[in-house]
DNA sequence: CAAATAAGTGTACAATTGACAAGTTTTACT
DNA sequence: AGTAAAACTTGTCAATTGTACACTTATTTG
């Protein structure tokens, strides 16, 4: 059968915002642009969408590429489609945002990319929209992770409450209470404790958790609010 | 500068999934296909995006063509990117959902997309994609009305309590408990309760409410679970 | 062995949620 | 005119959840 007729084409990108959390601080992975124009400026990790795949495996194909990881969390955020957002040539981007953990990543840094990770506060300025899109992706981690149990994808396998309390206090940018932190992620039942403690940030040494996997997958829409609740105006 | 090198351009389309309510039930707004291929059978109403558009300016273009209507609640749900998902040519799809008044809808209805509301329950098979589209707008709606004021989208600007009630118990098909519905409701301070009575449907009459705007507007991502909590396991 | 460091833990009060039923207004009918 | 019917409106109490708040414990180092 024929074609649609008298319609335009345009290219379709996909565009990732990868976070990761070192322990300090919440960072964003950015890489140099390889290509004109705007070459060697900042950017988010992208790609065109190849002829065989959709979008959520051209991101994930971008993502395995850039940091050699697979079997992240990734997620669809958004899609830009300014006309002009591209000055070459219109181009749509469906736009990701992923969570890794970000010492897995060290381990399979390649420099191909001259990717580096950026802590949120020292964004540097961003080709096209891309500043737009990671606004909405720090918007969306936010509003996520205070209903589903988001933020562990950034975390290695075994963490420590203190560990998992201070991502909590990066992404919402306050301090919690450390009884009550404790007390609300312990009821969810998500949390199974290991007999071992990892001493590195005291001399007592926390005690080491693990998700439990089968609740995490299960209970994951029924997460709790971790935020506070504002006080009544 | 040059285009681009080596990448396939595809077509980008808009698809729009329009919920109504008419008082008894949630419905959706489908037209017939006017094209081929699949020509004749119900699908959402979509099209091409432009040359001077973006998707949202493309959306809101497509409702108005066919409701009439302007400045309706309208959101970015998700793009659909499958390779083969329009078997004529490579076509990415931006969905939308939009929530309307379906009594405004009525008086500016026009017959030239053969368009026709559907309860939920009752919606035809669809071309190509369409049916996830509905699924995950569904979901959305559900997910996003638990949190945030938004089904008054899909009412009159005056509404009774006990039709926001009736609302709410479609949308999530179960009911609610008067008394608690009513004080939830209340307590969010973005009621307004007016002179007049509704006497459509009962012998008492219901009150009328408006939406407090001010409210409404500074306080949409403040709202509150209207869903009841779910027993403990 | 004393001091330093960070981890771990409990209680009381306040606010919110959930279960539950009787009274009110109006119309229509006898 | 009085009564029955229909649907709207409203309040209380118990249970749960949220919040504020401070001391003890384990371990290492000097």
């Not at 609300?184 to 040494?205: A, I």
Request: charged share 25%; glycine share 4%.
């Amino acid at each position: 059968m024929t074609k649609y007729q008298n319609q335009t084409r345009l290219l379709a990108a996909v565009d990732c915002i990868i976070f990761g959390f070192d322990g300090n601080a919440l960072k964003l992975l950015l890489v140099q642009r390889a290509i004109q124009p705007e070459k060697g400026r900042w950017s988010l990790m992208g790609g065109f969408i190849q002829p065989a795949e959709d979008a959520d495996t051209a991101a994930l194909r971008i993502l395995k590429k850039l940091t050699g990881l697979e079997g992240v969390y990734l997620e669809q955020l958004h899609t830009f489609s300014g006309p002009h957002r591209d000055p070459i040539e219109r181009t749509l981007s469906v736009t990701y945002f992923a969570l890794i953990d970000i010492h897995q990543y060290e381990k399979q840094l390649s420099d191909e990319y001259h990717a580096e990770w950026f802590p949120l506060t020292e964004i540097p300025s961003l080709i096209f929209d891309h500043s737009e899109m990671v606004k909405m992706a720090r918007e969306k981690l936010r509003y996520k992770a205070a209903l589903h149990p988001l933020l562990f994808e950034l975390l290695p396998k075994k963490f420590t409450l203190p560990q998992l309390q201070n991502l909590y206090e990066c992404v919402y940018d306050t301090s919690f209470d450390k009884r009550n932190f404790t007390r609300k992620v312990l009821s969810t039942r998500l949390l199974v404790k290991q007999k071992d403690k990892d001493k590195g940030s005291s001399k007592k040494g926390a005690f080491f958790y693990k998700l439990d996997n089968r609740h995490y997958k299960a209970h994951f829409h029924s997460f709790l609010n971790i935020i506070p609740n504002p006080p009544i105006k």
